[in-house]
């Protein structure tokens, strides 16, 4: 938990910004790292800060403006959505390019290990961008220079042993400190006796470890399998559509309401049933989707609705689509019944495939997409294809300099398994 954040996160910022201690006879003038001062420092700071409506309240603390904030209790968690969800993007054309390249190794096998559940492969992957980041934070930063040697803190030493730890002990997430720090902070939440405090904290402990007992013997009675007290309709697998929801059904117009008609349409007919000369389609919206990994699922029907002070944007996903994992934004959730049987869709918009180029430059950290017209990305999809919400947030990256359509960069949330898109980088 601190290694990779609250030790490592100061290192590299304030070697970026010049202020790292330093020996009388080093002079910071020849530090070409040194990039993130004065104007420049105050505009990615804000530039953090703007992500923040993009970020799904299941991402956990937004980060604030790092420029503002840095010292004033920066939060572990921060510093994780800082460091790698948000700066491989927010600091493309600022770090120079072999810096950038160097920290975005680091981005990559940081993700990689935080998985749940990794391949092989990926941990091999994962290892060996950890030890060419170490060796080449040797050759850019400390140069053989004794004066720069205790640019080396412990903290990057200690990744090195990242990967390696992991056939022994499991990936870290199932054992670092987030856990024990969470559970700390609910039990001194549920302390009633203040003049006993340590009596009554082993009889919560206690108590606590009966009822995590019972869940596992009977998982159904476990809160984390309970949706929530909204209404909503069970579709299985974990699966479950939430409100808001239409009151009654509507029939669509537009490029939507064509696209619902015609599949609808396909499919009865597929099943030899002509409908009616006067026939057309209603539905009934709803706004969420309930997904097994515990994320809420928005949609722009309702999100649209709210004001970019009030928005932390959920209605972004990654879905399972003909084989490979898409990004998408989600309009609305609807079911409807084909051959006697409910069907749960959603409309989605599809982002562009990742620029090829910006995905290896940045070691396979940036994606950046486009979004797609209404021809192009508008699609139906199962509800059940939808595996996770992601965060997708506007920069300003562009391939060409004649090219003016809006790119996004993705964030898939730490812990969660990644997509790994196969790329075309002569495409």
């Not at 996160?9 to 304030?14: A, K, T």
Request: net charge neutral; proline share 6%.
């Amino acid at each position: 938990m601190h290694v990779p954040t609250l030790n490592l996160g100061p290192l590299l910022i304030q070697l970026w910004q010049g202020k790292f201690q330093r020996e009388s006879t080093d002079d910071v003038k020849m530090w070409d790292w040194a990039v993130l001062k004065t104007k420049v420092w105050e505009a990615h700071g804000q530039s953090v800060a703007d992500c923040r409506p993009y970020l799904p309240g299941s991402f956990d603390r937004p980060p604030r403006n790092i420029a503002l904030k840095m010292n004033s209790n920066y939060k572990a968690k921060e510093w994780q959505g800082y460091l790698y969800g948000l700066a491989p993007a927010l600091l493309y054309r600022i770090l120079p390019r072999k810096y950038w390249q160097n920290f975005c190794k680091l981005v990559r096998a940081v993700r990689m290990i935080h998985q749940r559940t990794i391949p092989l492969a990926q941990l091999l992957v994962a290892q060996q961008c950890l030890d060419e980041f170490h060796l080449q934070y040797e050759i850019l930063y400390v140069q053989r220079r004794v004066d720069q040697l205790h640019f080396v803190r412990p903290c990057i030493h200690a990744l090195l042993h990242f990967g390696l730890e992991v056939p022994r002990l499991g990936p870290p997430t199932i054992y670092s400190t987030w856990t024990i720090e969470r559970t700390i902070g609910i039990m001194g939440q549920e302390l009633k006796q203040p003049s006993n405090p340590y009596h009554n904290l082993s009889q919560r402990a206690v108590q606590r470890a009966q009822l995590n007992a019972l869940f596992a013997m009977v998982p159904s009675l476990s809160p984390d399998n309970q949706n929530s007290n909204v209404p909503s309709m069970e579709l299985g697998d974990r699966y479950a559509l939430l409100r808001a929801r239409d009151w009654r059904p509507r029939q669509l117009e537009g490029v939507i309401g064509g696209l619902v008609s015609r599949y609808i349409l396909n499919k009865e007919q597929k099943l030899g049933n002509n409908p009616a000369p006067n026939w057309h389609v209603t539905i009934t919206r709803w706004a969420r989707l309930w997904l097994p990994n515990g994320q809420i699922a928005h949609s722009l029907w309702k999100e649209e609705c709210k004001t970019i002070d009030e928005l932390q944007r959920a209605r972004c996903v990654k879905l399972h689509l003909d084989g490979t994992d898409e990004f998408t934004e989600v309009q609305f959730y609807f079911p409807v019944r084909i051959a006697e049987k409910t069907q749960i869709l959603a409309v989605v918009r599809l982002f562009s495939c990742l620029d090829p180029i910006l995905y290896e430059e940045s070691q396979c950290t940036v994606y950046s997409v486009m979004e797609l017209d209404d021809t192009d990305g508008l699609q139906l999809v199962d509800a059940k294809s939808i595996l996770s919400v992601v965060a997708v947030i506007p920069h300003a990256y562009h391939v060409r300099p004649d090219k003016t359509d809006k790119c996004f960069f993705i964030w898939e949330q730490m812990g969660l398994e990644l997509a790994h898109p196969e790329v075309d980088i002569d495409q």
